[in-house]
């Protein structure tokens, strides 16, 4: 089965009327290639009030590296051509747009997918760079005990912060290195804490934040 993943680019879970696939997330991206092999970048918002569950086109456009945004957009209107913002909406877009996909998902947080790399790009062949600037939903590969540690992480930040301060929420930043998906990197705002450690070394206590 041929499934693009979506980075969830707005807040996870506030919307629980959506398709599961969705996990409540109302704002998606991704990076893919379409049936002709042209790379497109893909960017979609759910509708509100009146247009409850209304898709909206935010950006589709071929990836060039030349204000693709402005000059590579893709004959798409914003309203989707009236699609509705499910699973099978987002599946009819994509065949529009030429690129034929079995399923979608919006990847978890903490799966690592981010559609806009971090890598650089000047020591890229000239022909590579306008592509190097973005991870494709079509490629990634999510590693789900992988994403399953991570989150056990990230809940034992969260209680760790919560018993130090009980009287405020919880305030915890957690994100995938991108060259080094073992490696987690933190941010505590609370505190300024801030700084990296593998998954594995955190889970078996050889780490200690305080």
Avoid at 71 to 79: P, Q, S, V
Avoid at 184 to 190: A, C, G, Q, T
Wanted: with cysteine; hydrophobic share 35%; net charge negative.
């Amino acid at each position: 089965m041929k499934t693009l993943y979506f980075e969830g680019a707005g807040c996870f879970n506030v919307n629980e009327y959506l398709d599961p696939e969705f996990r409540g997330n109302p704002r998606i991206r991704t990076a893919f290639r379409n049936d002709k092999g042209a790379a497109i970048y893909l960017e979609l918002i759910c509708g509100a009030n009146y247009y409850f569950k209304n898709l909206f086109v935010d950006a589709c456009y071929y990836i060039k590296g030349d204000d693709d945004c402005n000059k590579h957009r893709l004959g798409i209107d914003r309203h989707g051509a009236a699609t509705m913002y499910t699973t099978n909406g987002i599946l009819c877009l994509l065949n529009k747009i030429g690129a034929t996909f079995d399923a979608i998902e919006v990847l978890p947080s903490l799966s690592g997918y981010k559609v806009f790399s971090d890598r650089p790009t000047n020591n890229r062949m000239a022909s590579d760079r306008p592509v190097a600037g973005y991870n494709f939903g079509d490629e990634f590969v999510p590693d789900w005990d992988e994403i399953h540690k991570r989150e056990m992480v990230y809940e034992l930040l969260c209680e760790s912060e919560h018993r130090a301060r009980p009287q405020r929420p919880s305030c915890v930043c957690l994100w995938v290195d991108e060259e080094n998906p073992a490696k987690l990197r933190y941010h505590l705002p609370r505190t300024g804490q801030h700084g990296e450690f593998l998954t594995d070394d955190f889970l078996a206590n050889k780490i200690k934040i305080n």
